[in-house]
C-alpha cells in the first residue's frame, strides 16, 4: 500500500485566494512537493510556517520541459509508494491543477494502475484572471496553446488566443515567428505578467513584432491574440479560403463560378497544371506561389460542386490523402524501415497493393500495366508503360539493344515515308519510334518530358536570339535567308556555352 498523492492549485498568485481547503490539506500534509517556489502565493506558505520542496533543480539539470515533467511524476509515484498508508503527500502547482500541467496528466495515467490513490483539488487558474483583467468573454470562441510546442496549424484567427509557457524571451521569440505565419507584423497583441498580483502585474500591448523585445517574462507570463475577423489574418488560413468559394458558388456569389461544372473547368485544371510547371521551369519562386494558387482554386472548385451535391468536401479530400500518407510510409509511421528512395518506394507499392486487397481487388487479377491515367500526355505514359513492363521482365537486356531499336525504327519510317506508304502507316511508325526513344531515356535514367522540354527551352532561346540579332540590323525574319539564319544560330550555341 502507498500514501495518498493530492494535487492542489495554488492559484495565480493571489494569496488571498487560496481556499480554506487547500490550505488545510498543505499543512496537514506529511511532505508537500512545489514545482516551483518561484510563485507570488510561497512567501505567504512560509508565513504559516509549511515547508516545502520545490522541483526547481530540475530545470536547471534536465535539457527539456517533457524530461522536467517526467522527472517530476516518476518521483511523486515514488515517494507516493514509499510511504506509510493512511500518510498524505501534497503537490502544490501554480494556477489549476488541470490547466497546462504537463506532470499533472503524466501522474493521472500512472497513478492508477500503479495502486496509488490520486486526488486533485482546484485552485484559482490564470485563466480567470485573464478573462477579467484581459476583457473578453471565452463564450465567443477561446482556445488555450502551450508556448513550448505552440504550431501555426492550430492558430485560429477568429478566436481569442491565450498563449501559456512563455517563460523567457527565446520562447517569446519562438511564439512570435509562429504568429507571424498567420497574423501581419504590425497585428496588436498582449503580453501579459503576473495578472491579479498586486504590485507586479504588467499588461503590455505591442506590435507582434515587438513581442520578444519586451523585458519580464517569467513563469506567470502569457500572451494574449484577440480574435478577429479582419482578412489581414483570415485570409491566411484554409477555413478562409473554403468560405470563400463556398460564397462564390452561392446563389449570392458569382454567376460564372456558379455556373461552372467538371466538364467545363477540365480544360482549366490542365492550364493552370501546365503553368505552375513553367514556373519551375523558370525558377520563379513568387509566380510558382500565384500560380499554386490558381492550382489550389481548382481543387477547390471541384470539391466544392461535390459538396454541393452531398458527395464529398474538401475535407474528405484531406482525410483520404492523410490516410494514403500515413499507411504508406509504413518506413516513417509504421514498424518497417527503408534505408534508401528504392526500399521507400517499394514499401509504398507494397501498400498500394495492400490497399487494392482491403478495397477487394485483387491486384494479381490486374494487369501488369494498370494504374496508368488514360489521359496523360503521350510520352509520359509511354515512359510509365515501359516502366511497369520492365518490372515484370518484359525488357530489353541493355541500352545498345535499345539503339538498335531506335535505327530499326529509323529505318522503317525512311521506307514508309520513300515508298509513299498512307500518312496513317507513316505515323504508326513515327509513334514506333517515339517509343523506342522514350525507352532509352528510361535505360539512361532521364525523364524523356524534362528531356524534350529543356530541348524546347534551348530551340526558343536560339531561336529568340536569332530574332533578336536580326532585329539589331534592322532586318525581318521573313527576308533573312537560311544560310544567316544558320549562322546565327550557330552564335547563338556559342553564346550558350559561354554561360
Known amino acids: 500500500m502507498s500514501a495518498t498523492l493530492t494535487i492542489v492549485g495554488l492559484g495565480s498568485g493571489n494569496p488571498d485566494r487560496l481556499t480554506l481547503g487547500i490550505i488545510k490539506k498543505l499543512k496537514a500534509a506529511s511532505a508537500v512537493y512545489v514545482r516551483t517556489a518561484e510563485h507570488p502565493v510561497m512567501a505567504a506558505l512560509a508565513e504559516m510556517e509549511i515547508v516545502w520542496e520545490s522541483f526547481d533543480?530540475?530545470?536547471?539539470?534536465?535539457?527539456?520541459?517533457?524530461?522536467?515533467?517526467e522527472?517530476?511524476?516518476?518521483?511523486?509515484?515514488?515517494?507516493?509508494?514509499?510511504?506509510?498508508?493512511?500518510?498524505?503527500i501534497v503537490y502544490a502547482v501554480p494556477g489549476h491543477p488541470m490547466v497546462a500541467e504537463s506532470a499533472v496528466s503524466l501522474l493521472r495515467g500512472r497513478c492508477p494502475e500503479a495502486g496509488i490513490e490520486l486526488n486533485i483539488l482546484g485552485g484559482e487558474s490564470?485563466?480567470?484572471?485573464?478573462?477579467?483583467?484581459?476583457?473578453?468573454?471565452?463564450?465567443?470562441?477561446?482556445?488555450?496553446?502551450?508556448?513550448s510546442g505552440i504550431r501555426s496549424s492550430q492558430l485560429h484567427p477568429e478566436l481569442h488566443t491565450l498563449i501559456g509557457q512563455v517563460y523567457d524571451s527565446f520562447t517569446a521569440s519562438e511564439t512570435k515567428l509562429c504568429l507571424m505565419e498567420l497574423y501581419p507584423p504590425e497585428y496588436e497583441v498582449i503580453a501579459a505578467h503576473a495578472l491579479g498580483v498586486e504590485g507586479e502585474e504588467q499588461i503590455l500591448r505591442v506590435p507582434l513584432y515587438e513581442l520578444d523585445r519586451l523585458d519580464g517574462y517569467g513563469n506567470?507570463?502569457?500572451?494574449?491574440?484577440?480574435?478577429?475577423?479582419?482578412?489581414?489574418?483570415?485570409?491566411?488560413?484554409?477555413?478562409?479560403?473554403?468560405?470563400?468559394?463556398?460564397?462564390?458558388?452561392?446563389?449570392?456569389?458569382?454567376?460564372?463560378?456558379r455556373e461552372q461544372t467538371h466538364e467545363s473547368l477540365r480544360k482549366n485544371l490542365i492550364e493552370e497544371t501546365y503553368e505552375v510547371l513553367e514556373t519551375i521551369d523558370e525558377d520563379?519562386?513568387?509566380?510558382?506561389?500565384?500560380?499554386?494558387?490558381?492550382l489550389l482554386l481548382q481543387i477547390m472548385l471541384h470539391s466544392q460542386m461535390e459538396e454541393e451535391l452531398g458527395t464529398f468536401s474538401v475535407y474528405d479530400v484531406i482525410e483520404g490523402l492523410n490516410e494514403k500518407l500515413l499507411f504508406r510510409h509504413p518506413h516513417v509511421f509504421g514498424d518497417q524501415a527503408a534505408g534508401n528512395a528504392e526500399e521507400a518506394l517499394q514499401n509504398w507499392e507494397g501498400m498500394k497493393a495492400e490497399e487494392k486487397r482491403r478495397k477487394g481487388v485483387k491486384p494479381e487479377?490486374?494487369?501488369?500495366?494498370?494504374?496508368?491515367?488514360?489521359?496523360?500526355?503521350?510520352?509520359?505514359?509511354?515512359?510509365?508503360?515501359?516502366?511497369?513492363?520492365?518490372?515484370?521482365?518484359?525488357?530489353?537486356?541493355?541500352t545498345s539493344d535499345v539503339l538498335a531499336k531506335i535505327r530499326e525504327e529509323v529505318d522503317e519510317l525512311q521506307e514508309a515515308i520513300e515508298t509513299g506508304q498512307s500518312a496513317e502507316e507513316q505515323m504508326l511508325e513515327l509513334g514506333d519510334l517515339l517509343f523506342a526513344a522514350t525507352n532509352v531515356a528510361r535505360f539512361i535514367g532521364a525523364d524523356p518530358e524534362e528531356a524534350l522540354t529543356r530541348t524546347n527551352r534551348k530551340f526558343v532561346s536560339r531561336f529568340e536570339y536569332i530574332e533578336q540579332r536580326l532585329r539589331d540590323q534592322g532586318v525581318r525574319l521573313e527576308d533573312s535567308p537560311l544560310e544567316e539564319m544558320e549562322a546565327l544560330w550557330q552564335e547563338a550555341k556559342t553564346e550558350e556555352r559561354k554561360q
Open 126 to 147: 490564470f485563466l480567470d484572471e485573464a478573462f477579467v483583467r484581459l476583457g473578453f468573454d471565452p463564450i465567443e470562441g477561446f482556445q488555450l496553446l502551450d508556448a
Open 220 to 257: 506567470l507570463s502569457l500572451v494574449y491574440v484577440p480574435a478577429s475577423r479582419a482578412d489581414e489574418a483570415r485570409n491566411r488560413t484554409f477555413a478562409r479560403l473554403h468560405e470563400i468559394v463556398d460564397i462564390l458558388r452561392s446563389p449570392e456569389g458569382c454567376p460564372w463560378d
Open 365 to 398: 487479377a490486374l494487369s501488369a500495366l494498370s494504374g496508368v491515367p488514360r489521359d496523360l500526355p503521350a510520352l509520359m505514359k509511354a515512359y510509365k508503360l515501359q516502366k511497369k513492363a520492365s518490372r515484370v521482365g518484359f525488357d530489353w537486356d541493355n
Open 57 to 69: 533543480g530540475l530545470y536547471e539539470s534536465l535539457s527539456s520541459f517533457p524530461e522536467v515533467y
Open 284 to 294: 520563379d519562386p513568387d509566380h510558382m506561389r500565384e500560380e499554386l494558387g490558381d
Open 71 to 88: 522527472a517530476i511524476a516518476a518521483t511523486l509515484m515514488e515517494k507516493a509508494a514509499s510511504a506509510p498508508q493512511g500518510t498524505e
